[in-house]
Every structure is written in structure tokens, then in C-alpha cells.
Nanobody, 132 residues
Framework: QLQLVESGGGLVQPEGSLRLSCTVSGFALDYGSIGWFRQVPGIEREGISCLNLRDESVYYADSVQGRFSISKDNTKNTVYLQMNSLKTEDSGVYYC?????????????????????????WGQGTQVSVSS
């Protein structure tokens, strides 16, 4: 059974760092796309960063460009989101979303971050709170 489990959230001061992990079971991260999405109450879900698992093309939202970095470790079947120079507006619940589709047209990672995974696989989320 395919399952995504996020971890690594917590409370951090502004300018601090956190690393989120998304460990996937039931699916090898050899193809498809995966991404991190942020949800804040009253605000539309935002795609933060998405990664094409085959060609490793990436997309970052403008709000995190240069501060966040997405990566994967195939040996652990885990995707990470390294978050540096955190701001209060980075707070929210971070979800990992997986698209297991075999076809990914050019620009797919941007579309995935905008629309979410086509195959609708999600983790349970991890809370990130940035506050002094």
C-alpha cells in the first residue's frame, strides 16, 4: 500500500532552519513527481517545491527561491525539503504530495505545484511554526 509519511516540522525562530522528510513506502521513487505543499488556514494551498523523479527537474515558488532546496535519497526512498532563512510567513502545515504518473510533459513540475499531484497521493502533514 502506498504511503507517505512526513516528519521534521517544529517550532523555529526566524532565520532558523529545518529539514522536512517525506518517506514513501509502496512506491519506488524512480519516476513520477513529488512535491511539498503548504496549507495555512484561510489561504489556498501553495505548492512550495516540486521535483521530477526521473529527470530531476525542479520548481520552486518565488517565495522560497534561494532559501529552500528539495532533494531525494533513493536508498531511503525519501525526499527532503531543506528550509533555510525561515520567515514567519513560512509557517503552516507542510504536506508531501506524490504523482505516480509515468508521463511528465515539459513543465510538469510547475503544473504539479500549481494543481497538486494528478494521482492524489498525500501524506498526513507536518506543522512548521516560525516565531520569535
Amino acid at each position: 500500500q502506498l504511503q507517505l509519511v512526513e516528519s521534521g516540522g517544529g517550532l523555529v525562530q526566524p532565520e532558523g532552519s529545518l529539514r522536512l522528510s517525506c518517506t514513501v513506502s509502496g512506491f519506488a521513487l524512480d519516476y513520477g513527481s513529488i512535491g511539498w505543499f503548504r496549507q495555512v488556514p484561510g489561504i489556498e494551498r501553495e505548492g512550495i517545491s516540486c521535483l521530477n523523479l526521473r529527470d530531476e527537474s525542479v520548481y520552486y515558488a518565488d517565495s522560497v527561491q534561494g532559501r529552500f532546496s528539495i532533494s531525494k535519497d533513493n536508498t531511503k526512498n525519501t525526499v527532503y525539503l531543506q528550509m533555510n532563512s525561515l520567515k514567519t510567513e513560512d509557517s503552516g502545515v507542510y504536506y508531501c504530495g506524490l504523482d505516480t504518473g509515468r508521463t511528465a510533459p515539459p513543465g510538469h513540475v510547475r503544473a504539479m505545484c500549481a494543481l497538486g499531484p494528478r494521482t492524489n497521493h498525500w501524506g498526513q502533514g507536518t506543522q512548521v511554526s516560525v516565531s520569535s
